[in-house]
């Protein structure tokens, strides 16, 4: 087991398991879970607590807190025994590698008629019947562009994967994407949401500003990205919506509406 990190949000009683801390227990820090991808700036490596956390407990040091301690699947549901819980998200370094995501999926939703919901990079595809909704990230389209950021080659894998949960109808779908400025730009964004669009207008997809790793003072040294501007995120959703009717955009400065509590 890998879960390394547990939010939830009280007021939707909503459940957030991070996967991707050691694998051999709580307080035995080796054999870290490894995600199949390898992107730059990898939000889980560079800032695995929950950024949704009031400001502060998330604070700059708890957000490079070393992500080497995991819960065994008994230690998990110990966690959570106290809270009324709807819904349930994995997410963190790609639950999917984890051998015990879909048996923990599955007592979570024996237990507590959770909505169980997958947020995944799309190299495996995952059908399960526990798992009711899916929130696949597209990284890239262009199969250079692909390969650069995430260290694989063949975006069409994850298309695939895309299109056969779309198939899929008892599954809810939806889809991110990362908007780096000069390099995941707005032509990029556009082949993406012209892909999601072929599949169906009607797929939710939101756009999450890119966050540098080695931010100091202000300053973004140790990242050769910048984190977009306002008017950019303003600009590229404007893009996604000439494909498509639900599209959202992510990123610093947008308010969080509900108050998402540290479990551990
Ligand atoms: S898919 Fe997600 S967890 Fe995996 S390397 Fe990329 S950003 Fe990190």
């Known amino acids: 087991m890998s879960v390394y990190h547990i939010t939830y949000t009280p007021s939707l009683s909503e459940l957030y398991l991070y996967f991707g801390g050691s694998t051999s227990g709580r307080g035995s820090p080796s054999g870290n879970s490894n995600c199949n991808f390898s992107c730059h700036g990898c939000i889980s490596k560079y800032h695995p607590q929950d950024c949704h956390l009031a400001h502060e407990v998330l604070s700059h040091e708890q957000s490079r807190e ?26 963190g370094k790609e639950p999917t590698g984890d051998s015990d995501f879909l048996p923990l999926a599955r007592i979570l939703k024996t237990r507590f008629s959770s909505h169980n919901t997958l947020l995944t990079n799309g190299w495996e595809y995952v059908g399960d019947e526990v798992i009711d909704e899916v929130c696949m990230s597209i990284k890239a389209i262009t199969p250079t562009l692909f390969e650069d950021w995430t260290g694989r080659r063949g975006p069409e894998r994850v298309l695939e994967n895309f299109k056969r949960l779309a198939d899929c109808k008892r599954i809810k779908l939806r889809a991110e994407s990362l908007f780096v400025p ?65 599209v959202s955009i992510l990123y610093k400065g947008v308010r969080v509406k509900n108050k998402v509590e540290k479990i551990c």
């Not at 230690?75 to 709807?86: A, N």
């Not at 730009?185 to 072929?198: H, L």
């Open 66 to 91: 070393a992500k080497d301690e995991s819960l065994q699947i008994e230690q998990v549901l110990s966690q959570i025994e106290p809270l009324s819980i709807k819904s349930v998200t994995f997410l």
């Open 182 to 246: 000069e390099y995941i730009d707005r032509d990029e964004i556009k082949k993406i949401a012209r892909f999601i669009a072929t599949v169906s207008r009607e797929i939710p997809y939101r756009i999450d500003g890119y966050i540098p790793f080695g931010i100091k003072g202000g300053s973004t040294s140790g990242d050769r990205f910048r984190r977009p501007t306002k008017e950019e995120m303003e600009g590229v959703k404007i893009v996604a919506e000439e494909y498509l009717q639900n």
